[in-house]
């Protein structure tokens, strides 16, 4: 079993205007979260002066995060979900249609690749008469 | 250039009491941050219940992030600076030493690869009489 999904991305060629203030960055990340269908438990933003900003936000499923450099028109962003990998793309599809990159360098990762199987699955299929579940996340 | 090195690490085997509370996660997080010498903007915490922590802290310099799942002995960590590649060998060595894995899968991204030396490089260069500078961050 696994435990989560994580994909880094960096947008290359995004608006630099929005880029720029973390009211706009902020806006877009939360809706997101909402998108997303991911449940958020906290968020920090930052602005950086003279331009530039951060935000992370924690949610029930792990976090997403993003750092911008407008001078570059460059905003790295992170989104690593717990449960089901279709909640990470469809945060990863926001993103894209909002930011709108000219490039994108993107990576995905399985987190907890190396979680043996019979931590979870011996108790439960014991239980279930032999039927086959998949691990249990401890969200 | 490029902007930041970001260390994806996950941590098996750790002492699941350790992992289990946020307050244990939470103290060597922020000794973390300290040793590594990186600047601390924001941080949030979260307890699951009935065990179980996340954390992410929002650095000047991007973010680091914790999620626990005791009961697989795991925690996945993300460590992402920007500007010296040794903030982040440096927390990564802290976290090693405090959490005491018997196995690491790790996975070391450059981020912001693709952003063209030319972008800041040339008004440097030229103010510089033509001595090599790396390009500046936002920070």
Redesign the interface.
């Known amino acids: 079993m696994t435990?989560?999904s994580?994909i880094?991305a960096?947008f290359?060629g995004v608006d630099s205007s929005i880029l720029s203030t973390v009211d706009s960055m902020a806006d877009i990340f939360e809706e997101t979260v909402r998108y997303s269908g991911a449940t958020k438990?906290?968020?920090?933003y930052?602005q950086?002066e003279p331009?530039?900003a951060?935000?992370?936000i924690?949610l029930a499923e792990?976090?997403m995060?993003f750092?911008t450099?407008?001078?570059?028109e460059?905003v790295?962003l992170?989104i690593?979900t717990?449960g089901s990998p279709e909640m990470t793309e469809k945060a990863y599809e926001y993103l894209l249609n909002s930011l709108k990159p000219k490039?994108v360098?993107v990576?995905r990762?399985t987190?907890?690749?190396?979680?043996?199987e019979h931590?979870?699955s011996k108790p439960i299929i014991d239980s279930m008469e032999g039927s086959k579940i998949k691990g249990v996340?401890?969200?």
Chains 1, 2 share one sequence.
């Not at 987190?111 to 043996?116: A, D, E, I, N, W």
């Open positions: 435990v989560g994580h880094i960096d290359y438990l906290a968020s920090n930052y950086f331009f530039g951060s935000g992370v924690l792990s976090h995060s750092h450099w407008p001078e570059h460059l790295t992170d690593y717990c490039k360098d990576h990762l987190r907890g690749l190396s979680v043996p931590v979870y996340l401890s969200l």
